[in-house]
């Protein structure tokens, strides 16, 4: 039991910096219609990175733009976002949160379970150990942002095409 406690332990900070990298990445392969002085990556609620997502893109910049992650225990702080990573602890709150956030400029992304089905832009999933994802294309349509086809051609699955 212990031995099973401290794999899934030291599995976590591994799944959490893969899934660091990718919001990176998700940056560098999506298209904003607005400009911004920085590049914001927030994220709502509960954070599960630690420190793994201020180390991915530590110095690091994206059309020009340094990036600056942000924490948030609600939206009332502001929507400048471009990436808005939404935390399991907001489960409960997630269809009131993307509509809040619905046809804004905003790359929505969780790891919660049916997000792309309920209006999210992009999943995180578990497969065979490996961390992948799904993307919503209709939403981030409807928000005008432009997912690169390099992006599309990874994702495990592709709502809306």
């Known amino acids: 039991m212990l031995s099973s406690c401290l794999m899934a332990a030291q599995q976590k900070p591994a799944e959490y910096a893969v899934k660091a990298a990718y919001i990176y990445n998700f940056g560098k392969f999506a298209k904003w219609p607005s400009e911004a002085r920085a590049f914001n990556i927030c994220v709502l609620g509960k954070d599960p990175f630690g420190g793994e997502?201020?180390?991915?893109?530590?110095?690091?910049?994206?059309?020009?733009?340094?990036?600056?992650?942000?924490?948030?225990?609600?939206?009332?702080?502001?929507?400048?976002?471009?990436?808005?990573?939404l935390s399991n602890s907001e489960r409960s709150r997630m269809s009131s949160i993307l509509a809040q956030v619905q046809n804004l400029p905003i790359l929505t992304v969780s790891d919660a379970p049916d997000f792309v089905e309920h209006g999210g832009m992009i999943q995180f999933e578990l497969q065979h150990d490996r961390v992948r994802f799904s993307i919503n294309l209709r939403s981030a349509r409807e928000a005008k942002l432009n997912i690169s086809s390099d992006l599309l051609n990874v994702a495990s699955r592709v709502e809306g095409k």
């Not at 201020?54 to 110095?59: L, Q, S």
């Open 53 to 85: 997502l201020d180390r991915t893109v530590a110095g690091e910049a994206i059309d020009g733009k340094p990036i600056v992650v942000r924490r948030m225990l609600d939206l009332n702080h502001g929507l400048d976002c471009q990436i808005l990573f």
